[in-house]
């Protein structure tokens, strides 16, 4: 004759389990994609092997913004994978609370940037010069730089003589290189032929008229630029950025629906285990 406790009590949703599952996976494999993509970008340019090669980029490096952005979503998509399945409610608490910790910087960071947007403007067009000035110091950067200025048809912050600010390319007597008073090949006009000229853009600024200068290369500047890009397409960038906030308030709202049936499930064994009078097969 064997004995035993038989609960009948309410279970985890299923459909909430396995969709923050589904989430999290999904979320964590973006993840190690971005961290693979940055590792391996790295190594193409001999960092892993040289680190402190890191201190010596004058620019901003863009592996740096798939090896942070991976790292996170690394470490949140792997909470919260593993708090859904194993119903672990300190893996979902940190899932959720560092996701809204980010969702509050984003949004302060909003609200920071329409308060101080000529601080902004004036820090992000310091970013922008120095950059510039390390055009060939990074294959990435030099790459990030020309897909910019071809895109948007541009060249240079302001215009082309935003160049003389780079050794290779200004206009001086102590510069010897043969790219000299010229721009970077991304400047020039589109062919549309599909074979790229490097060296359509060299003695380009010798000419000193705009007029001359305009049947060559682009003379726009990529600010001028960006900013008519940004007002034609408001609608598109504002729709991406409010389907990120809904993304990170839904996974919030799965995680917290999550925990809240874990801890009333654990509440209820606790008050039906304290109970003498449980009901008892036999």
Not at 80 to 94: S, Y
Not at 185 to 200: A, K, M, P, R
Not at 243 to 263: P, R, T, Y
Request: with cysteine.
């Amino acid at each position: 004759m064997m004995s035993g406790k038989h609960y009948k009590g309410q279970e985890v949703s299923c459909c909430i389990k396995y969709s923050i599952f589904g989430f999290n996976i999904i979320f964590w494999l973006v993840g190690v994609a971005f961290l693979a993509i940055g590792l391996w970008a790295w190594s193409e340019k001999g960092v892993l092997s040289n680190i402190h090669s890191i201190t010596n980029m004058g620019g901003f490096d863009p592996v740096w913004l798939f090896l942070v952005v991976g790292f996170v979503m690394f470490i949140l998509g792997f909470a919260g994978c593993i708090g859904a399945l194993r119903e672990n409610t300190l893996l979902l608490k940190f899932f959720s609370v560092f996701l809204g910790i980010i969702f509050f910087l984003e949004l302060t960071a909003g609200v920071l940037a329409f308060v101080f947007k000529d601080w902004i403007k004036e820090q992000l067009d310091s970013f922008i010069t120095k950059n510039i000035q390390a055009y060939r110091d990074d294959i990435d950067l030099q790459n990030l730089i020309d897909f910019t200025q071809n895109y948007w048809a541009c060249c240079g912050v302001f215009g082309p003589d935003d160049w003389d600010q780079n050794i290779y390319f200004n206009c001086t007597k102590e510069n010897h290189s043969r790219e000299k008073c010229g721009v970077p090949f991304s400047c020039c006009l589109d062919n549309s032929t599909g074979i790229i000229n490097t060296q359509c853009g060299y003695d380009v600024r010798n000419e000193t008229m705009e007029a001359v200068r305009k049947q060559y290369i682009n003379v726009k500047g990529c600010k001028q630029q960006f900013e008519k890009w940004l007002q034609n397409n408001l609608t598109v960038v504002a729709g991406i950025f409010v389907g990120i906030a809904l993304l990170q308030i839904f996974g919030i709202c799965l995680a917290q629906n999550l925990m809240s049936d874990i801890e009333a499930i654990r509440s209820s064994w606790f008050f039906r285990s304290s109970r003498p009078d449980c009901d008892t097969v036999l």
